[in-house]
Structure formats: C-alpha cells, structure tokens
C-alpha cells in the first residue's frame, strides 16, 4: 500500500504563496474514559465505591418503615373492623343455616316412653321449595290420618295380633316418610341459590318498614322554621312488603357479601378474579348505601338497629375501602 502523502494547508502567514505543512500525527488515547465523561454523564466509579455501611443503613430504615404501615394497617383494622365481614353477631352468623331447620324430634308421652317422632319447626324457620312451617305440619298431620290402616267392621273377623303388627308396621313407615320429607325440605340440605333466596326474605322481615316502623321510634320531625312555612311533603303509603329501603338492601348485600367471602376463603382466590371483582362491587356499593342511611338517620333508632344486628363498624363505610 503507497503511503499517504499530506494534503497541503494554506498558511496566513505565508501571503499569496503556497505553504505545504504535514500534519502532526495525533497518538490514539486508550484505556477507559475518566470518571467524569463517561457517555451518559454517570458516575459509575462513584458507585462502586459507595460505602457498605451506608447501603445497610437505607435497607434497615426501609424495613422499619415497612414493619410500621403493617402495624398501623392492623391498629387500623382493630378499631376500625372489617370492611367486608364486620363484627360476627347471631343475625349473620344464621346465614348459613337460614336461621334454623326443620328438625326431628322424639315424641314422649307422660310416663316417660317413646310414643314416635314429631317435627318441630317455627315462626323463624324457612323451608325449601317455598313450603310454609304450617303447612308442612298440616300436610304431615294429614297424611298421618289418612294412610292408617283401616279396620275390620265386623268385630268377629278382626285379629287384634294382626291389627297391632299392621300398625306397628304404618307408624314405622311413617316416621320413615316423615324423615325423608324433613330433609327435603331442609334448607340445610339446599343450594346455596336456595339459601340465600330465603336469607333475603328474612332480611325484608326482619329490616322491612313495614315491619320496623310499628317497633322503632321514628325520626326526629323537621324544623317547621327551617322550611320557611311551606308545609311537609306526604310520601306516597307504602303497599306491600319493604324491599327497596336502604337498610333492607344493605342487609342483603351482606348476606351475599358473606356468601362470596366464604367462597372465596375455600378457593384461596387466588385465580377467581370474577368473584373478586364481584365483592368489591358489593363491598363499595353497600359503603354508599350506609354512607347515605347515616347521613340521614344519624342517631334513630332505625341506624343503631342496622349497626347492632348485622355487626357494621366504621370500616364498612368510612374512609377508604381497600381490599
């Protein structure tokens, strides 16, 4: 390869004649950059010899301030209760069993003996299908009379060995009949879709206006003065059950709130985001309902009912509601 001749460069100095100067050679800089001009302006030999001391230091105030949320987020919990469950009182504890069964129970006469079984059911208890209480009974009662086994009219045939075995033999199919019936209609053998069907009538009947505003003292009246003489508005009478007031529909979001937080409990939730999602939506939407029924029934007797029977703290409606 020919070697490289200088291109010539003009000097002021030399006027109009031509001054042919060879360039200096320049000598290449290796090795590393300094500190200070490194492409993206960093000091990455500062860095490295940052002190160990100081790099414990930030970690321990890191984990002391982390161990501290977690303390207050539990004082917070405590004082402020559960935001999804609340205080576990006996009106939600009975949602899982819809507030009793129809139960079996032995039959005893004076004396001491075992005449049979009976079904025991009340006022409170909710059957599956839609059966009534009483009418169960009346249909067992019914059934009782009619299927007894009927007896010879004329007094020479009968067979009084051969009337007692029959008989026997009718009350032990009936006591079998009735067992089976009794777990028929057991919401303790139901689906879940079934009970909380009936978990939500007997929120109507225990929180419903119509039920309430005979046993509560109602609200304070309005200040004829802060109306400014205007007369007050009449609502429109209530006909039927209650089941659009506010602390109806908040007593029944919590008896489908503690439904899907059971759920979730035996699942893990770990992969359930629809439930999740869904919770959260009733969780937020019970929070607005209370909200409004505090800031309108502040006191009354009607709010200390809520609180007290469905176990609500502050957590279930003040503040922020995290889950």
Not at 4 to 24: Q, W
Not at 86 to 99: A, K, N, Y
Not at 202 to 231: M, Y
């Amino acid at each position: 390869m020919p070697p490289r001749i200088p291109r010539p460069i003009l000097s002021p100095l030399s006027g109009s004649s031509l001054c042919i100067r060879p360039a200096t050679a320049t000598k290449a800089f290796k090795g590393p950059l300094p500190t200070t001009l490194t492409a993206n302006g960093s000091t990455s030999a500062r860095k490295k010899q940052r002190d160990p001391y100081a790099i414990a230091q930030a970690a321990q105030r890191k984990a002391a301030n982390v161990a501290r949320q977690r303390v207050l987020q539990e004082e917070r919990t405590a004082a402020m209760g559960d935001p999804i469950r609340g205080i576990r009182t006996p009106f939600v504890e009975s949602f899982d069993d819809v507030g009793g069964a129809a139960v079996l129970s032995e039959k005893k006469a004076e004396d001491g003996s075992l005449q049979g079984l009976e079904v025991k059911t009340g006022d409170n208890v909710f059957l599956n299908h839609f059966v009534k209480p009483s009418e169960f009974e009346e249909s067992i009662i019914r059934s009782h009379l009619l299927s007894r086994p009927l007896r010879e009219k004329l007094e020479q045939y009968r067979d009084p060995a051969k009337e007692a075995e029959e008989l026997q033999k009718y009350e032990e199919e009936h006591e079998r009949a009735m067992a089976a019936l009794t777990r028929i209609v057991s919401l303790a053998n139901a689906s879940q879709k079934d009970k909380t069907r009936a978990n939500i009538q007997r929120c109507i009947q225990t929180f419903g206006r119509h039920e309430t505003d005979s046993v509560l003292r109602p609200r304070p009246p309005i200040n004829p003065v802060a109306l400014g003489g205007k007369p007050l508005a009449v609502g429109t009478p209530r006909a039927g059950p209650d089941t659009g007031s506010s602390e109806v529909q908040i007593a029944i979001l919590t008896a489908k709130i503690n439904v899907l937080a059971n759920q979730l409990e035996k699942k893990g939730g770990t992969k359930d985001k629809v439930n999740k999602r869904n919770l959260r939506l009733m969780v937020h939407k019970r929070q607005k309902l209370l909200s409004y029924l505090r800031k309108k029934e502040r006191g009354s007797d009607r709010w200390q009912n809520l609180v007290s029977t469905l176990g609500l703290t502050e957590g279930t409606w003040k503040g922020e509601i995290s889950l």
